[in-house]
């Protein structure tokens, strides 16, 4: 089993509608959860981070944490042409390793 | 966050000769980590870099292949030695503040191995 696993995608969202993006993980000690955003040819960008159970909002962007399920999601609410990205979930395992997920691709169509 | 400054942004080498990448924090940090990026992939963690002792590789990664220098709490190298074709990917350096907190990234060095 991976450590970090994330549906590849790509995953296509018209805009204006909620985009879901979601992750698991097997290391029960792990401590925090970062969603990142790539874009091609550039390095990862932190978009969001979370270490409590519950949700976490920071303007069009939510994080949803449930430990007991192994369980971390990013919802982009009116989603626009340039979230067009790869969003690659990561997390801090309980050897302060930082492991990422291998990406889902999202593409808004106008 | 902080600002990480990582050289070289690309080379092209031959097979069998060795790049050197070196990576500059801005302020102290507390963890570095070094990672590998092949096309359309995600990052693979290759090693942490321990200040002032010996990285600690991930399965599949050595230090012969990959010695990883770390002198003090703000500088990091990554060499990548007797390169070969299939060594050609992105490199990123990466540091946090420890324990839950964000890792940030240098910008990466796309490496091509001819």
């Known amino acids: 089993q991976k450590e970090v696993e994330q549906n590849s995608g790509p995953l296509s969202v018209p805009e204006g509608a909620i985009a879901s993006l979601n992750c698991t993980y097997s290391?029960?000690?792990?401590?925090?959860f970062f969603w990142y955003r790539q874009y091609s040819g550039k390095s990862p960008e932190l978009i969001m981070f979370?270490?409590?159970?519950g949700d976490k909002e920071d303007g069009r962007f939510t994080a949803q944490l449930n430990k007991a399920s192994q369980y971390v999601s990013l919802l982009i609410r009116d989603s626009q042409p340039s979230d067009s990205a790869t969003y690659l979930c990561?997390?801090?395992?309980?050897?302060?390793?930082?492991?990422f997920g291998s990406g889902t691709r999202l593409s808004i169509r106008p | 966050s902080a600002v990480i400054s990582q050289k070289p942004s690309r080379d092209i080498c031959q097979r069998g000769t060795s790049l050197t990448i070196q990576c500059q924090v801005d302020s102290q940090v507390t963890m570095m980590f070094w990672y590998r990026q092949q096309p359309g992939q995600s990052l693979t963690l290759i090693a942490t870099a321990n200040q002032g002792s010996e990285a600690t590789y991930e399965s599949g990664f050595v230090i012969d292949k990959f010695p990883i220098s770390r002198p003090n709490l703000t500088f990091s190298t990554l060499t990548v030695s007797n390169m070969s074709p299939e060594d050609s990917s992105i490199y990123l350096c990466s540091g946090n503040r420890g324990a839950n907190t964000e890792a940030f990234f240098g910008q990466g060095t796309r490496l091509t191995v001819v």
């Open positions: 290391d029960r000690g792990s401590q925090s």
């Open positions: 990561a997390v801090e395992s309980s050897a302060s390793k930082i492991i």
């Open positions: 979370i270490y409590s159970n």
